[in-house]
């Protein structure tokens, strides 16, 4: 019993095929064994070292003269990743050589943050140019005294600090702000966006945030400046071998 009982397992293991009205079908899932190696892909984080690989002639030794006639393809999947292919082999598979992903500090946005946390993350996350000096003008300005005030309109804040002892300044805050944040790869020009700055009261901490307000528009330039990017790093005699998908 416990014989044919181990039998009728090892049966339901087996795959038959069968014919009916002329087409296939198969008892199991069938896995097909491909006609040509792959690599696995190299993970890297900057859009250089894809410019690096093409041009270097990388590997080139281990491929087939078969495979040294598909183009490369470059694929800009996102603002944050790229991949480095080859057209497709015999097996209508693309054979992925490079994973390029972004590694770079991000910027918390639509948090709230005390002043210093703030104006740290201000210096870090952004290039120094739109209006990021005058919020880290701003932020190092403000203090949680009674002598702090916000007056808010919905289009623009009035923020009231004190300049020493008895000094009172005015210091206006525009909205939107137009900022620079690391958000794609460093090889690129980093695209602007405007954000909604806002400020508040928690107890005696003034806390900041900052807000997208375009939509995630500035994704979609960033893929168009990576491929612009590899158009003009790429020499002329090695860009006819390349497909650029953005």
Not at 34 to 52: G, K, R, W
Not at 112 to 140: H, S, Y
Not at 143 to 157: L, Y
Request: a negative charge; aromatic letters at 8%; one cysteine or more.
């Amino acid at each position: 019993m416990i014989k044919e009982a181990l039998q009728y397992i090892v049966d339901l293991g087996k795959v038959a095929v069968s014919e009916i009205n002329g087409s296939q079908y198969s008892t199991g899932q069938l896995f097909r064994i491909p006609e040509e190696l792959t690599a696995a892909p190299l993970s890297v984080h900057t859009l250089s070292a894809i410019i690096d690989y093409i041009t270097s002639g990388a590997d080139e030794c281990a491929e087939s003269d078969d495979s040294m006639d598909r183009r490369f393809v470059i694929h800009v999947a996102d603002y944050d990743r790229v991949y480095l292919y080859r057209e497709l082999n015999n097996d209508k598979a693309r054979e992925c050589l490079i994973e390029a992903e972004l590694s770079v500090p991000s910027f918390p946005f639509g948090r709230w943050m005390d002043m210093e946390t703030f104006t740290i993350n201000l210096q870090t996350c952004f290039t120094p140019d739109g209006d990021r000096d005058k919020l880290v003008q701003l932020a190092g300005t403000v203090r949680a005294d009674q002598g702090v005030t916000v007056a808010d309109d919905g289009m623009t804040q009035q923020v009231t600090a004190r300049s020493g002892i008895s000094l009172v300044q005015q210091v206006p805050v525009p909205n939107p702000v137009e900022l620079v944040p690391f958000r794609t790869f460093t090889e690129i020009e980093q695209p602007a966006s405007p954000f909604v700055f806002r400020m508040r009261r928690d107890g005696d901490t003034i806390m900041a945030a900052l807000f997208a307000a375009d939509a995630d528009m500035w994704k979609r330039e960033a893929i168009l400046n990576i491929r612009d990017y590899f158009g003009s790093e790429l020499p002329e005699e090695i860009l006819g071998d390349v497909i650029i998908l953005a």
